[in-house]
């Protein structure tokens, strides 16, 4: 065999061999599946920039709506960056039972060829990514209207690598500890709301209350963004726990109609505790109910069927509305956007029914007897709380420390969006 013979068999064994590798990558990835991911995770950050916003904004004094945009604008830059550089890794890296390791900073480790499942593996990396900034953006509900943009910036981005991707790592990584448990949390119980939530009060605690409060009027400036920021989350919702399973299948199906079911449940029992007890029905409570049953079926979506999702929802309003009003008044602390209300009391809610209704005819495996699998969900539950909440606070006084929390008198009356942006609005 001649020398052009030789290297036109190595050429034709070369390209084989390359479109073999190519067939392989293409057969790990369904197309479908990454359709409904990328929409998923376009939808999961709608519901940051501008759901989030808009949600509370509109129930912020007129003074303060734009440091409640502002803040969330540079949450989502800020911790965008900050899971590329480290969160991820921290995250999903192979570690131990508590945190992920360090083999994917800057994503290391990770190429366009990497999958997860039949999703590319950057993929997966934006849509938790989308999580990771929603997480951080729901506990400004709690303080706004009294901190400083600096702390507040510096904050998230030390809590974000503490305390949120420790978590994380817990519950949705290989070989963390309540993912070795078998503990269900599909979409963000534990990891989102609880951790949101008592990250908010501890927060809201440690800054303390607002100017006023108790004993002047702080109504919501804007219902009408208020609402339209509730939409944006109530659809949002449905690529938050519909894309968690990261297929376009039955489970994600079912997922959305469960989460439309609790919502539309919990914002009609939130409404008639309201009507019942104050004599009439509000758009506020309508909207903070769908809100509130969505954050309880959050953590059974891929794992309940229609019936329970619906009683999920009805006990989810009752008990919400209790914790942004009664509970609330009864401890004496200023949340100022029952973000702890909310998101705490019904994530802690919705990780206890979820042991309590999960279903195999949904996962298609053996569940758990009911008092064991509650148990591990209590467990979860009071992990995430005593962590989230002893770290935040060590966090937050750091803070404090090194830069002060909270402005100053003046800059709060005159409202931070003019005090700390030079803006205003008209």
Same mark, same amino acid.
């Given at each position: 065999?001649?020398? =052009? *013979?030789? !290297?036109?068999?190595?050429?034709? $064994?070369?390209? &084989?061999?390359?479109?073999?590798? #190519?067939?392989?990558?293409?057969?790990?990835?369904?197309?479908?599946d990454v359709a409904w991911m990328l929409v998923a995770t376009t939808l999961v950050l709608f519901m940051t920039i501008p759901g989030i916003a808009l949600f509370y904004g509109g129930m912020s004094r007129k003074k303060n709506v734009l440091s409640v945009l502002a803040q969330t604008t540079v949450i989502c830059c800020a911790l965008t960056l900050l899971w590329l550089v480290v969160g991820y890794s921290l995250a999903f890296a192979p570690g131990n039972?508590?945190?992920?390791?360090?083999?994917?900073?800057?994503?290391?480790?990770?190429?366009?060829? =990497? *999958?997860? !499942?039949?999703?590319?593996?950057? $993929?997966?990396? &934006?849509?938790?990514?989308?999580? #990771?900034?929603?997480?951080?953006?729901?506990?400004?509900?709690?303080?706004a209207g009294r901190m400083k943009f600096s702390a507040m910036l510096v904050?998230?981005?030390?809590?974000?690598?503490?305390?949120?991707?420790?978590?994380?790592?817990?519950?949705?990584?290989e070989g963390g500890i309540f993912f070795e448990m078998g503990?269900?949390?599909?979409?963000?119980?534990?990891?989102v709301h609880i951790n949101a939530g008592i990250a908010g009060l501890v927060g809201c605690l440690v800054i303390g209350k607002r100017l006023g409060y108790g004993r002047e009027a702080m109504s919501p400036h804007n219902l009408t963004f208020t609402m339209i920021g509730a939409c944006v989350l109530w659809i949002g919702w449905f690529g938050f726990n519909g894309g968690s399973g990261l297929a376009a299948n039955e489970r994600a199906v079912l997922a959305i109609l469960v989460s439309q079911i609790a919502a539309a449940a919990a914002g009609c029992s939130w409404m008639a505790c309201e009507w019942i007890l104050r004599g009439k029905p509000s758009l506020l409570?309508?909207?903070?109910?769908?809100?509130?049953?969505?954050?309880?079926?959050?953590?059974?979506?891929?794992?309940v069927e229609p019936l329970p999702a619906l009683l999920m929802g009805l006990l989810g309003g009752v008990v919400c509305f209790w914790g942004a009003t009664g509970l609330k008044r009864r401890m004496g602390w200023d949340d100022s956007l029952d973000a702890f209300g909310v998101h705490g009391v019904g994530g802690i809610l919705g990780a206890i029914l979820t042991g309590v209704f999960a279903s195999s005819a949904v996962t298609g495996a053996a569940t758990l007897p009911v008092l064991e699998q509650v148990g591990i969900q209590a467990a979860s539950v009071a992990a995430t709380l005593v962590y989230g909440g002893l770290a935040s606070f060590v966090l937050f006084k750091l803070v404090d420390l090194l830069f002060g929390l909270?402005?100053?008198?003046?800059?709060?009356?005159?409202?931070?969006?003019l005090a700390l942006h030079g803006e205003r609005v008209e």
């Open positions: 065999m001649n020398t =052009s *013979t030789k !290297g036109a068999v190595l050429s034709a $064994l070369l390209t &084989i061999s390359g479109c073999a590798a #190519a067939d392989t990558v293409e057969s790990a990835i369904d197309k479908a039972a508590f945190v992920g390791g360090l083999d994917h900073v800057f994503l290391r480790g990770i190429d366009i060829k =990497s *999958t997860t !499942g039949s999703i590319p593996t950057y $993929l997966f990396v &934006i849509f938790q990514m989308t999580f #990771a900034v929603l997480t951080a953006a729901l506990m400004i509900g709690s303080f904050f998230m981005l030390l809590w974000s690598a503490f305390v949120y991707a420790p978590i994380c790592h817990w519950v949705w990584a503990a269900l949390d599909y979409a963000g119980g534990t990891v409570g309508m909207v903070s109910g769908a809100v509130a049953g969505l954050v309880v079926i959050t953590p059974a979506s891929g794992f909270r402005v100053d008198t003046e800059a709060e009356r005159q409202g931070l969006d």
